[in-house]
């Protein structure tokens, strides 16, 4: 089975990552693993913090010669600011933050223990993990896109990057929605049989677990909790030429819990970030007293790069159901299987 850790606080010496269950003989150039380490530090909205790293990868370990060997692969990506033990204590935890309940739950005095570890940081690693997952579905045609579709309410790229600019202004931060598409998944991955082997409660997890993302939606299911069965479900076609087909995709690519071969696509609806650099009320920890929130250098909006995050969230969760269907140790047996159950569906 697939599987992936990862390690590391946003300003510790660096973000550490393994990960098991690649087949061997998987060609990986890093520059491709750099490539969507630097799509996720860009987009309108990004704190200084962006201008100090330049996320790259060192691979320590699962390759020879640039090839998978079906051993663990190591990442690590060093933190060029990795100042945590220098940084001031924090006592007063912001709202929407994970600084209070984590204070609660480990018993810490000081919310720098919480966020270190509870930072967006920690996205960085698993983006360097989806790069693989989709280097691996590039062999067999699936290809995995995100757009930002809404921040503040507004859709346009200009008033969008507007809304950023005032929101700056006035010391405050955004979400919005972006949208994950997922082209070339075969039908048949997930299944019905089981609450956790359905896809697109792999898929909705893994998009939940991204920080911030508050909400997650699968083709048009909220449009089309409002409609009628006959507006919504998409109905079935053949043709020689194409096979069997649907003129619409509301259910998103995946119904009863697997994939039917249309694009898959999701979206993850982002709460504005909790580091308000005016200050929402809260309780110095020490005290108790009402307080204004910690402010520390942050992001105002980081909708574009939680979009690249959910490329890397769904390629793992495709990777991993893929590898599940057409199992095998080596590239070469995974194309067999896959290859013959292609052909089965033809018959
Ligand atoms: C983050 C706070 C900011 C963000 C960070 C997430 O970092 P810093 O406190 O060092 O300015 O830039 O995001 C990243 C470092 C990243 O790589 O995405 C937070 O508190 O979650």
Known sequence: MLRFLTAGESHGEALVSILEGMPSGLKIDAGDINKDLKRRQEGYGRG???????????????????ETIGSPIAILIENKDFSM?????????????????????????????V??????????????????????LAEFNIDIFSRVLMIGGVKSEK???????????????????????????????????????????????ALMSIP????????NAVECSAKPGSEVHDEIFYSKEKGIYRKTNNAGGVEGGISNGEDII????????????????????????????????????????????GEAVSSFVIARAFLEKFGGDSIAEVTRNYKGYIAGLKM
């Open 85 to 113: 033990a220098e940084l001031p204590a924090v006592k007063n935890p912001r709202p929407g933050h994970a600084d209070m309940t984590g204070i609660l739950k480990y018993g810490f005095k000081d919310a720098r223990c």
């Open 48 to 66: 200084a913090r962006m201008q100090i790293e330049s996320d790259q990868v060192k691979i320590l370990s699962g390759l020879m010669k640039g």
């Open 159 to 205: 008033l969008m990057k507007e809304k950023i600019n005032e929101a700056a202004k006035s010391k405050n931060t955004l979400g919005g929605i972006f949208e994950v598409i997922i082209k070339g998944v075969p039908p048949g991955l997930g299944s019905y049989v089981h609450w956790d082997r359905r896809l697109d409660a792999a898929i909705g997890r």
């Open 266 to 309: 999701t979206r993850g609806y982002m709460k504005p970030i909790s580091t308000l650099m005016s200050g929402l009320n809260t309780i110095d920890i020490d005290t108790k007293k009402q307080v204004k929130a910690s402010t520390e250098r942050s992001d105002v909006c980081a909708v574009p790069a939680a979009g690249v995050v």
């Open 115 to 136: 966020l270190e570890r509870a930072s967006a940081r920690e996205t960085a690693a698993r983006v360097s993990i989806g790069a693989i997952c989709k280097i691996l």
């Open 212 to 219: 911030a993302v508050k909400a997650v939606e699968i083709g």
